[in-house]
């Protein structure tokens, strides 16, 4: 099965840019979507299909992805951004669906 | 508005069998791209994927844990159940139920709406 790896943890001051990363050999053929959990909550979709914002998601998060390695970016990283963040890689099938470990962001 | 809600017992003895309810509503599991996903989550660590359910009846299940698990759906009720035998404290988790809908997440398989958690404890 296929594994994604995360930076466990990521610390920024606020108004600076946050980068997680992901990478895994599934990423070659899947999306990834990108998870916000914050401490005692539900996981949030971010970004999903790589690069898409759902709707009422804060401009300052975006995906890119260069080869088998996604990237959430957080452009002006505000306090309440602090929280741990997921990556997923999936299909339209639900033959090999994979989380990354996490990351933890400190603002 | 969508929601989903887990239900089940919050302790479980070693062996026995787990078994949980997603009950959802504002879609429906019978049209076309619907899926709705269990993952789990133990205490202080990263979410795992389960099982899904598709509106075509396909299931899927994570690969490990198939002769365990088992997940199937009621559409007229709007639940899905996820069943898991032979529990052990390992499987001391937080169980969530998610929803696809392949349409809107353009074939990603990403989850879109999540429900609060079903924490289950599995001890003697």
Known sequence: SYELTQTPSVSVSPGQTARITCSGGALATQSASWYQQKPGQAPVVVIYKDNERPSG??????GSISGTTVTLTISGVQAEDEADYYCHSGDSTGSSVTFGGGTKLTV | QVTLRESGPALVRPTQTLRLTCTFSGFSLSISGMCVSWIRQPPGKAL?????????????????????????????????????????????????????????AGGSGAFDIWGQGAKVTVSS
């Open chain 1, 57 to 62: 998601i804060p401009e300052r998060f975006s």
């Open chain 2, 48 to 104: 795992e994927w389960l099982a899904r359910i598709d509106w075509d009846d396909d299931v899927y299940y994570k690969t490990s844990l198939r002769r365990r698990i088992s997940i199937s759906k009621d559409t007229a009720k709007n639940q899905v159940v996820l069943t898991m035998t032979n529990m052990d404290p390992a499987d001391t988790a937080t169980y969530y139920c998610a929803r696809t809908w392949l349409i809107s």
